[in-house]
């Protein structure tokens, strides 16, 4: 067997344990189609790591395994490409799908169908990763979206299901757009292949340029939706806070973050990326500072939650956007890049930590809003936990989004700010650290004790052997802690072993086998000292937002007017100015 | 204020277009001509390589079989999806919109419907007409889902073409009931079952030296077989998944 | 021929778009798949006609009319 | 010239409707619209390098380019896919909330959370 062969089963392991979970389906229920049932998922979301695993000197060594599927003429067939970079996605895929797939059990949704589903989810995000085909990318990013349309109303909640219906629309006319894109370049390079497409358009003539330059805006800005970079963001907090917790972590850890990586798949070869990453970068900075502002004003935890994955994806694009206007061959450009793509692991990883445990908190208590919800810590031990585990993921959680040291989250914002030190982006994103702290700690509050007479209460409500709160005791607290556990080890080791990390996504970003990236020093006094300082300002900003004038702002912030218009609307105009912004860097 | 209101959804509206046309003006306006390399290449190679005269069914099922893979999985998908609101559809017994229209849930041509209500437009001339097309169409169905690499059509056309004689065949059949293909565990285990053979027959390209979704038989007197063994799944599983799906619409849940 | 073939299918379009009754509207549309399909057997795609047949108009139309008989046939706000 | 400008028209009302139509089906009309503008503008330029169809019954050199044809397979079964489940949701909104309408579905969710 051929390496070629063997990276295709990180896509096709998960699919065939979709379909034995469909198999388990079909069976009558009890213990042997459950057993079917769970040997799909292992063979699913445990083998692929083992294959990860033995392919990893290959692609460590600077080797990239690339090819055509099927063995195919390269002209007409697929291509693919198996590098560092689907090497990263990979396994932050499967750790957040594991972790989301072991919580599942205890919270739901459960069952094979959501299993199978679930799978195929997974198998679409290593496709997305690895193919360098256009319409193979379409295809993925089909499967994608539609496996996030099935699964976010299996929570049930009506919001939900117009969440998901506002996501397919907006989702679906953008992949026409895609759709437009791929046919503008097919037509004129004749290719669908990146390299191909690459190639084609060195000898084109100048007449063609403004159809290039608006393929590529059509592409950008169709990735950029599931992305939901700041213009194109409307659909996501709804989607995100409504749908199960479960999928609520893997939709904001790796979902929208794999299409990202794709894009700069193409990014890397066409004339125009460069301007098309400096756009982004900006785009990705505001991103950052808005979606927190937004975030400190909302009241429903979940949405809060929602509102940061979209502030922490500006991080992301920040760094992956200035990387590409670099160029990622330079020492600094892989270095924004590893920043980018340790700030996206990181972020997963806390982010699906915070909304499991959030989860797990809500569903305890029944109440997700942070202004009524108070003394989270007694309302899980009487639900049964002995120890607080929930509050302590969420400690590690929150300490790890607030960047607090010598957790993962510092690491990866160190890394981000210490590569574009200087830039506009800079101070952005400092802002954006301080909002974060501020909403955190608001958020924080719904495991305050409710004061003296809480306690009391709980202690008159023992001695009469009544509970006057009604506690509803959520299935599954084993399943449930053990996902948590597991991601905030993650958080954890991140933080702890960050100098190997950086050394080895370094590597892997770089060609040739040698780490090219400049690794910054995090411990460093300076940084420390920066971390302090924002600390401060985050405190100080959180009294500032529960004063009365502050508390004014941002109720007119969180009851803002949002239409379902307002989503297209952004989505061409978006596009248009992307458009316009390359038209006219190019003539 | 009023007024305002009224308007500005549609400026917002104009504008959105507005953007959007330009932007897709040179799209739509390019006068370069069409690239023949690929299309070259197929004639020349393309029937040698794949075994298929038909060539969209060669790059559908050959060239580009990775791409049909992926179509599949959204079909299943959404099969999965649909049943599931379907399933959450019909518990909902008593809608808040209690407007007349909402008593005529149950439709004309449901096939429980005789059991519910008196108004129902089916006729016994119905039954007994689709009961005996039924089968024709089954097999006009297997005909175009088995010659796809020869003429025009193939597994997916086929397919649907299975699913709306199963669906015939379920609408001619209830009196007696006898119809084993519109039972929902069959179809189901149909669907599931192709849809793994799908991805044995994808893997197995690798134990013959030609690579993940290549053709095993490449070197065989047939190498045409491979897309003739993989429209045969193809079709079996869109046959079952949309028959499923029409079937479970059409209120036959048991 | 394909010129009035697109004509007849921006006009249905722009009923579909319009009409205030929905399952018109269903009609319609699969009228414009049929019409695509015809289109497309003119433009020597014959495999895209047969499955936009069989799908678009065939399948599509199934599930709309299922939709709208499980819900209401009228569009409220018309415009 | 004329058909490329007539499916320009053909595209941008089936956006029209996904964008300003207040009924969520008739957003479902649009975005079915949408796509199959996009495939019609496939096939007919893909169409522009022949005349016969890429079936090689004969040796005819002059087929069409047969990739935008296997493409559009796809990107039909693709939407139709997607508004299968598209039409699931609005049945399963409607149901909730007794409205097709897109702003009244919002406040009545609103309400019922």
Redesign the interface.
């Known amino acids: 067997?051929?390496p070629?062969?063997i990276v295709?089963a990180t896509v096709?392991l998960p699919?065939?344990g979709?379909?034995?979970a469909?198999?388990a389906?079909?069976l009558p229920k009890g213990r042997f189609a459950m057993a079917v049932e769970y040997a799909g998922a292992l063979v699913g979301l445990g083998l692929p790591p083992l294959v990860l695993i033995v392919l990893f000197p290959v692609v460590f060594n600077g080797q990239s395994i690339s090819?055509v599927?099927?063995?195919?003429?390269v002209?007409?067939?697929?291509t693919f490409r198996f590098d560092g970079l689907a090497y990263l996605v990979n396994i932050l895929g499967y750790t957040i799908g594991a972790a989301a797939w072991i919580y599942s059990l205890g919270a739901g949704p459960k069952g094979p169908?959501f299993t199978?589903?679930f799978l195929?989810q997974t198998a679409?995000l290593c496709?997305t990763i690895m193919t360098t085909d256009l319409?193979?990318l379409?295809?993925?990013l089909?499967?994608m979206?539609?496996?996030s349309?099935?699964l976010i109303?299996?929570s049930?909640?009506?919001?939900a299901?117009?969440a998901?219906?506002s996501y397919?629309?907006v989702s679906?006319?953008a992949m026409?757009?895609f759709?437009?894109g791929?046919?503008?370049f097919?037509?004129?390079?004749?290719?669908?292949s990146y390299g191909g497409i690459s190639a084609g358009l060195q000898t084109?003539?100048t007449?063609?340029t403004?159809?290039s330059i608006?393929?590529l805006?059509?592409l950008v800005s169709a990735i950029a939706i599931r992305v939901a970079v700041m213009p194109l963001y409307g659909w996501l907090p709804d989607a995100h806070a409504l749908a199960p917790h479960a999928v609520s972590a893997v939709l904001s850890g790796v979902l929208i973050k794999t299409p990202l990586f794709a894009l700069s798949r193409i990014l890397f070869l066409l004339p125009s990326g460069m301007e098309v990453g400096e756009l982004m970068g900006i785009a990705g900075g505001v991103t950052a500072v808005l979606g927190v502002v937004i975030a400190l004003s909302q009241e429903d935890a979940k949405r809060l939650l929602a509102y940061h994955s979209i502030s922490q994806i500006g991080y992301i694009v920040a760094a992956w956007g200035m990387a590409i206007s670099i160029g990622v061959d330079t020492p600094a450009g892989t270095s924004l890049m590893v920043a980018a793509f340790l700030h996206a692991f990181y972020h997963a990883v806390f982010k699906g930590l915070l909304f499991l445990s959030i989860g797990t908190t809500i569903d305890v208590a029944n109440e997700r809003n942070v202004y009524i919800l108070r003394d989270g810590i007694g309302k899980l031990r009487d639900a049964g936990e002995k120890v607080p585990i929930t509050f302590i993921c969420f400690v590690i959680g929150t300490l790890s989004i607030s960047a607090i040291p010598p957790l993962n989250g510092f690491v990866s914002k160190t890394a981000i700010t210490y590569a574009m030190k200087g830039s506009l982006n800079y101070y952005l994103l400092s802002m954006a650290a301080v909002g974060t702290v501020a909403s955190f700690i608001k958020l924080s509050r719904i495991y305050w004790p409710t004061g003296k007479r809480g306690r009391l209460h709980i202690e008159l409500d023992d001695c009469l052997g009544t509970s006057s709160i009604p506690i509803s005791r959520p299935p599954g607290l084993v399943a449930r802690m053990t996902a948590q556990s597991l991601l905030a080890v993650l958080c954890v080791a991140g933080g702890l072993a960050a100098h190997h990390i950086l050394t080895i996504v370094g590597t892997l970003f770089s060609s040739g086998g040698t780490n090219s990236a400049v690794l910054p020093t995090i411990y460093s006094g300076e940084n420390l000292l920066k971390t302090g300082a924002t600390t401060l300002g985050g405190v100080l900003l959180f009294f500032v937002a529960i004063s009365k004038a502050g508390s004014t702002v941002l109720h007119t912030i969180r009851n803002r007017p949002r239409?379902?218009?307002?989503l297209?609307?952004s989505?061409?105009?978006g596009?248009?100015v992307l458009?316009a912004f390359l038209v006219v860097g190019k003539l | 204020m009023g007024k305002r209101k009224a308007w500005s959804p549609i400026l917002q509206a104009g504008l959105a277009i507005g953007a959007m046309g330009i932007v897709l003006l040179p799209v739509f306006l390019c006068q370069t001509p069409w690239p023949t390399a690929a299309r070259d290449y197929l004639v020349q190679h393309g029937q040698d390589e794949s075994g298929a005269i038909n060539l969209v069914s060669a790059i559908y099922l050959g060239y580009r079989a990775f791409d049909t893979l992926g179509e599949t999985i959204v079909l299943l998908v959404a099969v999965i999806g649909t049943m599931g609101l379907l399933s959450r559809v019909e518990s909902l017994v008593n809608p808040i919109g209690d407007d007349d229209n909402s008593i005529q849930t149950v439709s004309a041509f449901s096939l429980r419907g005789e059991k519910r209500s008196s108004h129902v437009l089916r006729t016994h001339l119905l039954e007994v007409v689709t009961g005996k097309i039924g089968p024709i169409v089954l097999l006009f169905g297997f005909y175009v889902m088995l010659y796809g690499h020869l003429s025009p059509g193939g597994g997916f056309q086929g397919g649907v073409i299975i699913a709306s004689g199963i669906v015939f065949l379920a609408l001619g059949n209830q009196q007696d009931n006898t119809s084993v293909l519109s039972k929902s565990s069959i179809l189901g285990g149909i669907e599931s079952v192709s849809f793994l053979l799908f991805i044995v027959v994808a893997i197995s390209g690798i134990f013959f030296g030609k690579g993940f979704f290549g053709n095993p038989l490449a070197d065989s007197a047939y190498p045409v077989g491979f897309i003739v063994l993989m429209n045969s799944i193809i079709g079996l599983k869109v046959g079952a998944s949309i028959g499923f799906m029409c079937i479970a619409m059409m209120g036959g849940h048991d | 021929m394909t010129t009035i073939l697109l004509i007849l299918i921006v006009l249905l379009a722009a009923y579909t778009l319009s009409s205030r009754d929905l399952l018109h509207g269903v009609i319609a549309l699969s009228a414009i798949s049929l019409l695509s399909a015809i289109l497309f057997y003119i433009l020597q795609a014959p495999d895209v006609a047969i499955t936009e047949a069989a799908v678009g108009a065939g399948v599509s139309t199934v599930i709309f009319v299922w939709a709208i008989r499980h819900s209401q046939r009228k569009d409220d706000n018309h415009g | 010239m004329v058909e490329r400008a007539l499916l320009l028209c053909l595209l941008l009302l089936g956006f029209w409707g996904v964008v300003a139509k207040k009924n969520i089906i008739k957003k479902i009309f649009g975005l079915n619209i949408l796509n199959a503008a996009a495939v019609m503008l496939f096939i007919l330029e893909g169409n522009r390098i022949g005349t016969e169809a890429p079936i090689l019954e004969s040796d005819l050199a002059l087929v069409v380019d047969p990739i935008p044809q296997a493409l559009m397979l796809t990107a039909i079964v693709i939407g139709v896919c997607v508004t299968a489940l598209a039409l699931a949701l609005a049945v399963h909104l409607y149901q909730i909330t007794g409205s097709f309408d897109i702003d009244t579905i919002r406040e009545r969710v609103k309400d019922a959370t």
């Open positions: 067997m051929r070629e062969d295709f096709m699919l065939l979709a379909a034995l469909f198999c389906k079909l090819g599927v099927g063995l195919w003429s002209g007409i067939g697929i169908a199978g589903v195929i679409a496709a319409f193979n379409f295809v993925c089909e499967i979206g539609i496996t349309y099935v109303p299996t049930g909640k009506p919001g299901t117009l998901s219906f397919l629309m679906a006319s026409v757009f759709l437009l791929t046919y503008g097919y037509r004129l390079t004749g290719s669908l084109i003539s007449d063609d403004v159809l608006v393929s805006a059509l239409s379902f218009q307002g297209f609307v989505f061409s105009l596009t248009a458009a």
